[in-house]
């Protein structure tokens, strides 16, 4: 069958192009914004200027849509195969694959133009960023550590946003990134414990695949270790008592999640997944509450 017979007309398919951009769905934008935000106010150390906090949200919802629109291009083949994913609207062909592929362009450059408002540093580093958000979708097929790539496209805007600010990347900025890292392959492993069963059967590989059993366990070590990294930024930085509040926050978000997927079932697991969302919201509180009356007194003072 004709799969263009599936394609509904008109304004019908705005829900189909927002859907592919999960533009409904914002918990992977809040997961990509938060760590970006946490560089974005040390970096500044408080809040920082306006127009590079503008560039780097819209960058954010822009990335992360181009992300999606690669990821089901890269798995239009696969995703019939999984509960979770049948119905997305390139495996349904809702829309085509030349749809995507200038969909992804448009965004990609959308993306570009933001970058090149803040300096040249950033330009270079942001190609980088492109690069890890195209070859990430494509990992699944050939490495059991996708999660990992993940992770990297995820924490790129770290350096990029203390690029934009001071112009180098600091060893903070480096920390922040391993941090991140770390913490985005735990609870991505939680989001593929969803979708395990389905991944075996046809051969997508994953840390939730790789792990087995001992998932649960090495999800509380890259936490722990997260923690131990975003400390040590802490006091580099010497941020206050309210960003160890929030650290602390995070640490009883990552509790809970270990509570949730101990009997590995699919819906506590995404709901497992969907907490981080707190768990960043905690730590950037924390970072700009820290820095709350040093800010208040800059702003009072010019």
Known sequence: MDRSLLRPTGVGRVMDFIRLM????????????????????????????????????????????????????????????????????LATGRISDTEAQLLFIVLVAAA???????????????????????????????????????????????????????????????????????WTVAYDTQ?????????????????????????????????????ALLAWVGLRVGLGGFFWLGLAGMAATFVHQQRLIRHRERDPCFQAFLNNHWSGLLVFAGIALSWWPIAGESLAMS
């Open 191 to 227: 989001y593929a414990m969803v979708d395990r069963d389905d991944d075996i059967k046809i051969g997508i590989k994953s840390t939730a695949v790789l792990l087995g059993n001992a998932d649960r366990l090495v999800i509380g070590l890259l936490q722990l270790a997260t923690l």
């Open 22 to 89: 999960r533009l409904d769905r914002p918990i992977g934008t809040w997961l990509l914004m938060w760590p970006t935000l946490w560089a974005l106010w040390i970096a500044a150390e408080g809040v920082p200027g306006r127009n590079v906090l503008l560039i780097f949200i819209a960058g954010v919802y822009v990335m992360r849509a181009a992300g999606c629109v690669v990821n089901d291009y890269a798995d239009r083949h696969l995703d019939g195969h999984v509960k979770r994913t049948k119905h997305r609207p």
């Open 112 to 182: 570009f133009m933001l970058v090149l408002l803040t300096n040249w540093f950033t330009v270079l580093l942001s190609v980088g960023g492109v690069i890890l958000a195209f070859i990430y979708p494509f990992m699944k097929r050939y490495t059991h550590l996708p999660q990992a790539v993940l992770g990297a496209a995820f924490s790129w805007a770290i350096p990029m946003a203390f690029g934009a600010i001071l112009g180098y990347v600091p060893v903070e900025a480096w920390l922040l990134f391993s941090a991140n890292v770390l």
